[in-house]
Nanobody
Framework: QVQLVESGGGLVQPGGSLRLSCAASGIIFSIYTMAWYRQAPGKQRELVARITSGGSTNYADSVKGRFTISRDNAKNTVYLQMISLKPEDTAVYYC?????????WGQGTQVTVSS
């Protein structure tokens, strides 16, 4: 059974930074394209960043230059480094594969950007 466990969220002031982690189990992690998604209150879940098995990355326009996705295949973990955070980055952040495994969404980790 695939499990995805996100951590690292919190409350941060505008301009601040956070690093999110997602530990995966139950899959051959290294062969999958992994992604971070987020869902803000009242909005649909959106794709934020993705990283292929070979390490190629893509980002939503709204986070380009501020967020960096990375992965450690030895630890079955994907990361999201976020800098210059804005109030509009406030959301629950999730990791999943591309395409997402609908039965494998974790609890997510809450990121709140507020002064």
């Amino acid at each position: 059974q695939v499990q995805l466990v996100e951590s690292g969220g919190g409350l941060v002031q505008p301009g601040g930074s956070l690093r999110l982690s997602c530990a995966a189990s139950g899959i051959i992690f290294s062969i999958y394209t992994m992604a971070w998604y987020r869902q803000a209150p009242g909005k649909q879940r959106e794709l934020v960043a993705r990283i292929t098995s070979g390490g190629s990355t893509n980002y939503a326009d709204s986070v380009k230059g501020r967020f960096t996705i990375s992965r450690d295949n030895a630890k079955n973990t994907v990361y999201l480094q976020m800098i210059s955070l804005k109030p509009e980055d406030t959301a629950v952040y999730y990791c999943n594969t591309i395409p997402p495994r609908t039965a494998s969404w974790g609890q997510g980790t809450q990121v709140t950007v507020s002064s």
